[in-house]
Nanobody
Framework: QVQLVESGGGLVQAGGSLSLSCAASGRTFSSYVMGWFRQAPGKEREFVAGISRSGGSTYYADSVKGRFTIARDNAKNTVYLRMNSLKPEDTAVYYC?????????????????WGQGTQVTVSS
């Protein structure tokens, strides 16, 4: 019912910036809380950022606060993640996901549909 496609990943040097996009199709986009997660090699998938249905509220993991910005454009059925001041430890596969909840969940169990992921690699 919901299909998500991430794009924008790639290779960037430390200190650089990168913007990710997640395009949604299917059910009304504005009915979903949206989130970004990431998974580094050999590590668990972790929450990065979330945004409310209207875009009025956002929440970030401590590791990315002040560097990453999540935004959404409901008219375009798209959620974005702007990543600044990138560090090698930001290297991971980044996933977007939908949640039918009202509040912004910070665990995988709070999300229902997932994209295929896009690779972000930050070199030293």
């Amino acid at each position: 019912q919901v299909q998500l496609v991430e794009s924008g990943g790639g290779l960037v040097q430390a200190g650089g910036s990168l913007s990710l996009s997640c395009a949604a199709s299917g059910r009304t986009f504005s009915s979903y809380v949206m989130g970004w997660f990431r998974q580094a090699p050999g590590k668990e998938r972790e929450f990065v950022a979330g945004i409310s249905r209207s875009g009025g509220s956002t929440y970030y993991a401590d590791s990315v606060k002040g560097r990453f910005t999540i935004a959404r454009d409901n008219a375009k059925n798209t959620v974005y993640l702007r990543m600044n001041s990138l560090k090698p430890e930001d290297t991971a596969v980044y996933y977007c996901a939908t949640s039918w909840g009202v509040s912004i969940a910070t665990t995988q169990m709070g999300y229902d549909y997932w994209g295929q992921g896009t690779q972000v690699t930050v070199s030293s």
